[in-house]
């Protein structure tokens, strides 16, 4: 049974072009995800497991834009080959149909540990950076939710029993803070 070729694209940023990833390819539709890897919130993802059917082909740049890790990557193949999905890694130049020979799983294996190491060194020397451009002094990290004076206004309030969940965000020049801000800097403050 014929299906229709069908795209998958993830880039990890807004900013980042999604059609570079199939420019060369025709697909019948395509699915695009604009968040991490890492992220277990991609809704195109899911909606393209859910529109897929057997006979249907899905084209994919590279096993990294499909999954997070290996573990990911393998129960992504098999969920799809087991519905008769065949699935292309243009990157890679693999195909897998579910018929695949152990060499074919083994490359699957293999290369999908490549791009999870890969992966890994990149936020590695991410961390290196950061460190020393920490000790240089030029790294300044996130800008903080809350002022000093803001996040001591929140405290005062909840040590003289205000529930966290009641501080209202219109209470501080901050704009609206999540939940998670305002408990983490309460929790600070019993800390200290």
Avoid: W
Avoid at 92 to 99: C, H, I, K, P
Avoid at 128 to 140: M, T, V
Avoid at 174 to 189: E, F, M, Q, V
């Amino acid at each position: 049974m014929q299906g229709q070729r069908i795209g998958y694209v993830r880039v990890s940023s807004y900013d980042q072009n999604p059609e570079r990833q199939l420019e060369q390819v025709e697909v019948g539709k395509l699915f695009t995800d604009k968040a991490s890897g890492k992220d277990t919130q991609r809704p195109q993802l899911e909606a393209m497991l859910g529109f897929v059917r057997e006979g249907d082909t899905v084209v994919v740049h590279s096993m990294d834009r499909l999954a997070r890790n290996l573990d990911d990557l393998r129960r992504l193949v098999q969920k799809l080959t087991q519905r008769g999905v065949r699935i292309e890694f243009l990157k890679e130049g693999l195909v897998f149909t579910g018929d695949d020979s152990p060499m074919a799983n083994l490359m699957l294996s293999v290369m999908g540990a490549f791009a999870e190491f890969e992966r890994a060194l990149i936020r590695e020397r991410q961390r290196e950076g950061i460190a020393l451009a920490k000790q240089r002094g030029a790294y300044r990290g996130r800008k903080k939710a809350l002022s000093d004076e803001q996040a001591a206004t929140l405290r005062q309030r909840a040590s003289v029993g205000e529930p966290k969940r009641s501080l209202p965000a219109s209470s501080t020049s901050a704009g609206k803070l999540s939940t998670s801000t305002y408990a983490r800097t309460i929790d600070t403050c019993r800390v200290a």
